[in-house]
């Protein structure tokens, strides 16, 4: 039987990310709901940096990765008073999960790194954080059907 690499896999898959209403999309699939204040503030942390990266002409192995102390910072909260642990780490995670799961289920695929997380301080890797994937995502405005002033 002969083995032929398959090009799928050597191409990256581009999901389209939307905010509708304030919920959070991609490809059409709802992936936040305007109600998850925790993880849409998180969300909109992550976005804006992904904004700011993509505005600055950043190659997207250069976009940033915010630590928790940063996403802390970014959502008003001050790691000796709050409990980073508690109001990000497991709202993040459970999004990550959560975003994973409804994308295999409605794309069939394996979508595990819409929000990519890297290393752990104590590493080696002087880097670590979470950042929105540059390599897979690109960022989409829905149109406006009404006026403004």
């Known amino acids: 039987m002969l083995l032929v690499p398959s090009t799928e896999l050597s191409q990256p898959k581009i999901l389209h990310l939307h905010i509708i209403n304030n919920s959070i ?8 709901s305007k109600h998850s204040v925790a993880r849409l503030g998180i969300m909109h942390v992550l976005l804006a940096q992904f904004w700011q990266d993509f505005k600055s002409g950043l190659p997207a192995e250069k976009y940033k990765f915010l630590n ?30 959560a975003i994973k799961e409804i994308l295999s289920k409605e794309l069939g695929a ?3 790194d819409v929000i990519e997380n890297i290393g752990w301080p104590g590493y080696s890797c002087k880097d ?4 929105l994937n ?5 960022l989409g405005a829905a149109k406006s059907t009404g006026r403004f002033l």
């Open 134 to 138: 540059p390599f897979i995502l690109s």
């Open 68 to 97: 928790i102390n940063q996403l802390g910072e970014h959502l008003g909260f001050n790691s000796e008073i709050h409990n980073l642990e508690y109001k990000i780490r497991r709202p993040l995670n459970r999004m990550i999960k």
């Open 128 to 131: 670590h954080g979470y950042r």
């Open 110 to 112: 394996n979508c595990n």
């Open 25 to 32: 999309y991609i490809n059409n699939i709802q992936i936040i």
